[in-house]
């Protein structure tokens, strides 16, 4: 298939064209291809943040703690799973990185489980490395084993029902994987590994960094047990924007995580001389959450919100084929390492070159802003609110001005 509309026709038809004015920045001619690994700030932002300062934080001082802060973890986590994880209330906080929420839901999977003999955790050779460097830790803690699920030789294949299904069995405790592999954008089917892993009578763990604010999510319908995600990449909460990390209200009663913090306890004024959980998901906090971090995500909610993440996922799939039709015509010596299936590709498009790491770097002092990911690839993160077709066309001329002339 080759494109027949023109960028700027592409964009004058985009029905959520006119959000990209706003974000910050977006005015200016530089080309960013990297949302998600670090979404663009919201106009609304900025002037929430000097608010924030002003008003609440200067003007409340200690007071604001009882007037909405100390909730913010729950009532923001109820925020991000009413609009983007398809859940209902009471079962996220927001708190923490997305490696520690790792580890905490880690060690919760290890708690709930009802057969001391489940001690192997499935996943797979070239997840993120955060997810293997945790799972390896909470293995040797707590004598658990790792059974990897290895990459295809096709770098744009991701991990299948197929392939976890063979690893499943009676000593599998948890399958940790990730909804969309940061390399190739690989979607994988939550629902049917989900229920794969249920009938083994295992437990899941969804990393959902790269599908958060980029596709719609069914965690409650899919049947998830625990999942975490950041919210610095599509949901634009700034760089060391806090992590949420779910976990289904049926497993809630037998929930313990390893981090007993004061802000987790059942009532942490009483200052006790012993830990007591508070009730559900809050138990998950440990300490003082970073209210700063967890403001700007509550703007780029209430657009998600007002758009819809179906709207959204149809825009960057728009985008994504883009890229993929592009690359043909005008980058035909790069390798696609991602999907071609739009439904087995989340929001970001690899293309692989043995020059990109160069080329990279030559875009990147040029104002032109991809990632690039070890061995070979350039991958171009398309933010379905920021991202303009007139953009990605741009950036793809760039890389072929690059590959020309090095
Ligand atoms: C799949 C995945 N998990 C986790 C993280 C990051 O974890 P943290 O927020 O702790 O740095 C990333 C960051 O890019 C990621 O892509």
Known sequence: MTCVRTPAELDAADPLAPHRDLFVGTESDLVYLDGNSLGRPLRVTAERLQRFVTEQWGGRLIRGWDEGWFELP???????AEVCLGAAAGQTVVADSTTVMLYKLLRAAVGLRDDVRRTEVVLARDDFPTDRYVAASVAEECGLTLRWLEPADDPAQGVTVEQVEEALGDRTLVVLLSHVAYRSAWVAD????????????????????????????????WGVDLA????????????????????????????????????????????????????GVRRLVSGTPP?????????????????????????????????????????????????????????????????????????????????????????????????????????????RAVLDHP
């Open 228 to 279: 975490v995600g950041c919210t610095y990449k599509y949901l634009d909460g700034g760089p060391g924007a806090p992590a949420f990390a779910h976990v289904a209200a049926r497993h809630h009663e037998r929930l313990t995580q390893p981090l007993t913090g004061w802000m987790g306890h059942a009532d942490p004024f009483a200052m006790g001389p012993a830990y007591a959980p508070a009730p």
């Open 291 to 399: 209210v700063v971090g967890m403001l700007a995500v509550q703007d780029m909610l209430d657009l998600l919100a007002e758009v819809g993440m179906d709207a959204v996922r149809a825009k960057s799939t728009a985008l994504t084929q883009y890229v993929v039709d592009r690359a043909a015509g005008l980058l035909p010596e790069t390798r696609l390492a991602s999907p071609r299936d739009p439904d087995r590709r989340g929001g970001h498009v690899t293309l692989t070159h043995p020059r990109m790491r160069e080329v990279t770097a030559a875009l990147w002092r040029a104002d032109v802003l991809p990632d690039y990911r070890d061995p070979d690839g350039l991958r171009l993160g398309l933010s379905p609110l920021t991202t303009s077709f007139a953009e990605v066309e741009a950036g793809m001329q760039r890389v």
């Open 74 to 80: 729950t009532t923001l986590g109820d925020r991000v």
């Open 190 to 221: 939550v629902e049917q590994i989900t229920a794969a892993a249920h009938d083994a009578g295992a437990l899941v763990l969804w990393d959902l960094s790269h599908s958060v604010g980029a596709l719609p999510l069914h965690l409650d319908a």
